[in-house]
């Protein structure tokens, strides 16, 4: 049961454009979101994250919105720049009395094209 | 302040053969969690540490096991390898309450 999808496994765009990298999860009960960047054979880099009484939240040119009604969260990255190629997970956690856990989606490939 | 480090960063194992991997959180961290990354599965949950008690656990067979000690340092320890096992470990800390994982650069382990 895969709780939490991206359902694109790639997006390109330009330099100087928007990046919309999108999410959806299906457990109602998760209560923190989060986004990683993540480049081959290295550990995922923090990026943003989003509490799920807030809608949004913003840091630089990283701004994430959760609508949990639909029960989807999308990263917005403005303008995009070629550095910022890499692959993006986000994630969901659960906080219980016991711990937390992190569950992912399967990650967006993004390309940012010179 | 120093990020999450882990040893080592390459290891090759034979099948059946056991290994250790090492995690050291940032510093005030005392919560561990190892991950597992593959290909086919995409990164799952292994457990979490938390004050040398593990506190949550995922879907993974008794073979993967851990422990943590009373500096926050963490062990995680596959027996009897299979060529399955090969992957990306990822640990990660967090600090008291804070919600947001930190994780290390990972040990790739190649099981033959």
């Known amino acids: 049961d895969q709780q939490v999808k991206q359902n694109s496994p790639s997006l390109s765009v330009q330099e100087g454009r928007i990046s919309i990298l999108n999410c959806d999860y299906t457990n109602s009960m998760f209560d923190y979101f989060l986004w990683y960047k993540k480049y081959p054979a290295e550990g995922p880099t923090f990026l943003i994250s989003?509490?799920?009484?807030?809608d949004k939240n913003e840091d630089g040119r990283f701004t994430v919105f959760l609508n949990k009604s639909a029960k989807h969260l999308s990263l917005h990255i403005v303008p995009s720049q070629p550095g910022d190629s890499a692959v993006y997970f986000c994630?969901?956690?659960?906080?219980?009395?016991?711990?937390?856990?992190?569950?992912f989606g399967e990650g967006t490939q993004l390309t940012v094209n010179p | 302040k120093a990020g999450v480090t882990q040893t080592p960063r390459y290891l090759i194992k034979t099948r059946g053969q056991q290994v250790t991997l090492s995690c050291s959180p940032i510093s005030g961290h005392r919560s561990v969690s190892w991950y597992q990354q593959t290909p086919g599965q995409g990164l799952q949950f292994l457990f979490e540490?938390?004050?040398?008690?593990?506190?949550n656990k995922g879907n993974f067979p008794g073979r993967f096991s851990g422990r943590q000690f009373s500096n926050s340092r963490s062990e995680m320890n596959v027996s009897t390898l299979e060529l399955g096992d090969s992957a990306l470990y990822l640990c990660a800390s967090r600090g008291g309450f804070q919600e947001t994982q930190y994780f290390g650069p990972g040990t790739r382990l190649l099981v033959l």
């Open positions: 540490y938390f004050s040398e008690t593990q506190r």
């Open positions: 989003i509490s799920s009484i807030k």
């Open positions: 994630a969901a956690s659960l906080q219980e009395t016991s711990g937390s856990r992190l569950t």
